[in-house]
């Protein structure tokens, strides 16, 4: 598999990336370069960049703003290549396999770095009880309702569901009463279709490999991919049109009763007309407590730059809790604390919302690591579209996908 990752990916690295590998070898020991998903570097990142560079005589960090489609195959391909820039903005999930790879360095963590972080963090960054990445953002979820569709199916509009049982109701009462949608379900194929289903397994208790082993066919998770095909008759039509932010259009819209969705859709929903609320996702029978997905993006750092003990100190740097406390708390973009902090108990004090997103992390699960992310990602998304269009059973399809996965671990 690693020849042909990396072979793969050799040609079309080559067409573009040429020049800013000889630039890095140029200035191999002075610059960090740092390919930075977005539209535009972030104010805080550029306040922070000047501070650290003025502490560091000689070196200068050079972020390349590439868009959020691009960016981590750009990343990738560079590195493949043999021309890596230092660093690179990347989702956690890729680390196992850049590592598989030999493409980044470990980024140890001290025992007092990891007691920073709200608990599961680092083993998003985790694997083979190495660290491959430091986190710079993460999300999680919770369920925003309608309270004047709830109040139209005579329904409490202040009571939200806190079962899955209840959740399901509440979706076909909605559906039922008003003809509107109850839920919103996304199973586009789209990477977050299998996020939104592992905040279902995260609220059940539900795993999907434990160490190297595969455990996804189990109670828990088959629990939750029943829930799905249980609740799709109350959701939107035709689920595999969607990907979340686009049901989240809907929401905004007023066009359904329920969504699970991260904080940035609070910021949003300040510019409508509708009456929502927020609170924790609902729990399967299983649950022991409030959980979610744990979602990161990291900075890695690649291998064969010259400079990888410095873009790991300034990597570390720049997600210190004083700099990523600013970066992570502007509101709006979506992102959770990934530190207790009394900063984050002011935030949360002055915006109350942002109380169930934090609440589900101590239950919460990583995101699982494979060394093909998009192996197993492609899996997932074909188990709940098969279940949410009718095509198989959910016992039939989780059993497949369960061996079907094996093979990408």
């Not at 963090?121 to 986190?135: A, E, F, M, R």
Request: hydrophobic share 40%; proline share 7%; glycine share 10%.
């Amino acid at each position: 598999m690693t020849f042909h990752f990396k072979t793969g990916l050799l040609a079309l690295a080559l067409l573009g990336s040429t020049a800013l590998g000889a630039v890095s070898a140029q200035a191999a020991d002075k610059e960090i370069n740092w390919i930075y998903c977005g539209d535009s570097i972030d104010p805080i990142h550029v306040k922070y960049i000047k501070q650290w560079e003025d502490k560091n005589p000689g070196w200068a960090v050079k972020p390349e703003v590439v868009g959020w489609e691009q960016c981590q195959d750009k990343a990738t391909t560079l590195a493949a290549a043999g021309t890596p820039v230092a660093m690179a903005y990347v989702g956690s999930r890729t680390l196992k396999q850049f590592a598989e790879n030999d493409l980044i360095v470990p980024i140890p963590m001290t025992d007092e770095e990891k007691k920073t972080y709200y608990p599961g963090i680092v083993s998003t960054v985790t694997s083979d009880g190495q660290q491959w990445g430091v986190p710079i953002a993460f999300s999680t979820k919770a369920l925003y309702w309608n309270k004047d569709l709830f109040k139209q199916a005579g329904l409490d509009p202040e009571k939200p569901p806190t079962t899955w049982a209840e959740e399901i109701a509440d979706a076909k009462t909605i559906k039922e009463k008003t003809g509107i949608a109850g839920y919103g379900l996304s199973a586009k194929t789209f990477d977050n279709t299998m996020h939104q289903f592992l905040h279902w397994v995260y609220t059940n208790n539900g795993k999907v490999i434990d160490g190297d082993k595969i455990v996804l066919d189990s109670p828990e998770v088959l629990a939750a991919l029943q829930a799905y095909k249980d609740i799709t008759p109350y959701s939107v039509e035709g689920p595999t049109a969607y990907e979340q932010n686009e049901m989240r259009a809907i929401f905004l819209d007023g066009k359904i009763g329920m969504l699970q969705a991260g904080s940035g859709a609070a910021y949003r929903l300040k510019n409508t007309k509708i009456n929502w609320g927020v609170a924790p996702l609902p729990l399967g029978p299983s649950a022991k407590g409030q959980g979610t997905l744990l979602i990161t993006d990291s900075l890695a750092v690649f291998k064969g730059t010259g400079v990888e003990d410095k873009a790991i100190e300034f990597a570390k740097f720049i997600t210190s809790p004083g700099p990523q406390a600013e970066y992570e708390l502007q509101g709006g973009a979506g992102l959770t604390p990934l530190r207790p902090s009394p900063l984050v108990d002011e935030f949360e004090k002055k915006d109350p919302f942002w109380k169930p997103f934090i609440d589900g992390i101590s239950y919460g699960g990583p995101e699982p690591l494979f060394k093909d992310y998009k192996g197993f990602q492609n899996v997932m998304i074909e188990m709940v579209q098969s279940v949410v269009t009718g095509k198989a059973q959910p016992a039939d399809a989780l059993k497949k996908a369960a061996a079907d996965l094996e093979q990408y671990k």
